[in-house]
């Protein structure tokens, strides 16, 4: 939530697109160039997927070219509609509060 700014107009305005990577640097593990591998340690864990989480660099290019923006999509959905901020992944299951 914290890469999410609402302007006075409340337009939702997106940042902090420090680790951006291709799909092919990040296959290449720490060998490669990926921001998002170097940069690992900035994201808590609860805001990872599975493989990321594990460091498994080489499966990530192997699946769907959105799944790891699809999976933060879901963590922001989640703590816009709870209201705080996501405190593990088991979290994702509760989906109660979201219409």
Same mark, same amino acid.
């Given at each position: 939530?914290? $890469? =999410?700014?609402?302007?006075?107009? !409340?337009?939702? &305005?997106l940042?902090?697109?420090?680790l #951006?990577?291709?799909?092919?640097? %990040?296959?290449? *593990?720490?060998?490669?160039? $990926? $921001?998002? %591998?170097?940069? $690992? /340690?900035?994201?808590?864990? @609860? /805001? &990872?997927?599975?493989? /990321?989480?594990?460091?498994?660099? =080489?499966?990530?290019?192997? *699946?769907?070219?959105?799944a %790891? ?5 879901? #963590? !922001? %959905? @989640?703590?816009? /509609?709870?209201?705080g ?5 088991? @979290? ?5 509060q979201?219409?």
């Amino acid at each position: 939530l914290s $890469a =999410v700014v609402v302007t006075e107009r !409340l337009d939702w &305005k997106l940042h902090g697109f420090d680790l #951006c990577s291709e799909l092919e640097s %990040i296959g290449h *593990g720490v060998n490669g160039d $990926a $921001a998002l %591998i170097r940069g $690992a /340690y900035l994201v808590p864990d @609860q /805001y &990872k997927p599975e493989e /990321y989480r594990r460091g498994d660099w =080489v499966i990530i290019p192997e *699946g769907p070219p959105w799944a %790891i923006d699809a999976w933060g999509l879901g #963590c !922001l %959905i @989640q703590e816009v /509609y709870s209201g705080g901020a996501l405190r593990g992944t088991d @979290q994702l299951r509760e989906i109660d509060q979201i219409p």
